[in-house]
C-alpha cells in the first residue's frame, strides 16, 4: 500500500510538471481589484504587457473593483488553480477578514502567494496653522487639547484611518477621526482647514506639501523612503516599529502548480527591476519590492496579525 501511494504521489507530481512545462498555452487573466487609474491600475498595465512578452500569451486586465475589493479576491479564490487566473490585491485582501463579518476568503487559506509588488507610505500632514513643525509637538499639541484636533481619513477601515488608529494606541493622544469618502475629499478639507491632520497616500500629498498648503511632519514607512528621502518616519519620531505601508501584490488561487507560481515570481520580479518600469513606479510616489512567494507570504501574515490587533483595540466594524 505504501509503495502504492508513492508511486501515486509520484506520478501526479510528474503530471504537474509536464502542464506547468506546457504553460501557457492561452491567454492569462490577471484581476485587479481596483478601477482603472492609479498606481495599481498603473502597476497592473506596466507589468501586464511585458509579462505577455515574457510568456508568449495575452495577458488580459481584468478590473473587478468594489467592496474594499472583496469581489475581485473571492472571484480569484474561487478560480481554477491552474495558473491562467491570477489577481493583483491590495492590503485589504489580509485585512478584510478582521474589519467585515462573513468575508467570502482566507487570505492564508485561499491563495498562493507570487510576490509583492509595490508598498506605498503614507505622509502625516498637517494644516499650516497648526503649530506642530514634528510629531513629538503634535502630540504634544493634542495632549494639551485632547478631544480638539480632528484628523481625516479616506473612510473607516482605510490605510489612513488604520494609520491614525495605531498613532492613538501608540501616543496615547484623544483627538476626533473625520472620514470621507475618498483620500481626494480628506485631503482637500485639510488643505481648506476644516480638519487639523490626516495620514494621506504619498502621491496625493506631496503635491500639495510642496505647494505649501499642508505641512509633511513625518512618514509611515519603517525606514526613510526615497518616495521622501528628507522626510523623518514616525518610528524615528519615538515610535519604534511604527510602520504603515498600503500595499499591492499577486495572488494565485491555493494549489496553483509550484513550478507556475515560480514562473509568475520569477517574470513579475524581473520586470519590477527593469529601470523604466522601477524609475516610473518610484514617479508615483510608490515603492518597488519584487520578493520570494514565502517572504510575500509571511508578509500578509504578519499584516493580518497586526492589524488584526489594531482593529480589535479600536473596535472598527464595518457593515
Request: contains cysteine.
Amino acid at each position: 500500500m505504501i509503495k502504492g501511494a508513492l508511486l501515486c504521489c509520484a506520478l501526479l507530481s510528474l503530471a504537474g510538471v509536464g502542464y506547468a512545462q506546457g504553460y501557457p498555452n492561452k491567454p492569462v487573466r490577471m484581476i485587479v481589484a481596483v478601477p482603472p487609474g492609479g498606481p495599481a491600475d498603473t502597476l497592473a498595465r506596466l507589468v501586464g504587457p511585458r509579462l505577455s512578452e515574457a510568456l508568449g500569451q495575452a495577458v488580459v486586465i481584468d478590473n473587478r473593483p468594489g467592496a474594499n475589493g472583496i469581489i475581485a479576491y473571492e472571484m480569484a479564490a474561487h478560480s481554477a488553480s491552474d495558473g491562467y487566473t491570477f489577481v493583483l490585491v491590495a492590503a485589504g485582501v489580509a485585512i478584510n477578514p478582521s474589519l467585515y463579518r462573513n468575508v467570502p476568503y482566507d487570505p492564508i487559506r485561499d491563495f498562493s502567494p507570487i510576490t509583492l509588488g509595490i508598498t506605498v507610505p503614507n505622509i502625516l500632514v498637517v494644516h499650516p496653522s497648526v503649530a506642530a513643525a514634528s510629531v513629538r509637538e503634535l502630540i504634544a499639541l493634542a495632549k494639551a487639547r485632547p478631544e480638539q484636533l480632528a484628523f481625516a481619513s479616506a473612510g473607516n477601515g482605510t490605510s489612513g484611518h488604520l494609520a491614525l488608529e495605531l498613532f492613538r494606541q501608540s501616543s496615547g493622544i484623544k483627538v476626533v477621526h473625520v472620514p470621507f469618502k475618498g483620500g481626494g475629499p480628506a485631503l482637500t478639507n485639510v488643505i481648506a482647514g476644516q480638519v487639523q491632520a490626516l495620514f494621506s497616500i504619498a502621491l496625493a500629498a506631496t503635491p500639495q506639501v510642496k505647494a505649501g498648503k499642508v505641512r509633511a511632519l513625518a512618514i509611515t514607512s519603517a525606514s526613510r523612503s526615497p518616495v521622501a528621502p528628507d522626510l523623518p518616519t514616525v518610528a524615528e519620531s519615538g515610535f519604534p516599529g511604527f510602520e504603515v505601508i498600503g500595499w499591492f501584490g499577486w495572488l494565485a488561487p491555493a494549489k496553483t502548480p509550484r513550478e507556475i507560481v515560480n514562473r509568475l515570481n520569477r517574470e513579475i520580479v524581473r520586470i519590477l527591476n527593469m529601470s523604466e518600469v522601477h524609475d516610473r513606479l518610484l514617479s508615483l510616489s510608490t515603492v518597488p519590492v519584487g520578493n520570494t512567494s514565502e517572504q510575500f507570504a509571511g508578509f500578509i501574515r504578519a499584516e493580518r496579525d497586526k492589524w488584526a490587533k489594531v482593529i480589535r483595540a479600536a473596535d472598527i466594524k464595518i457593515e
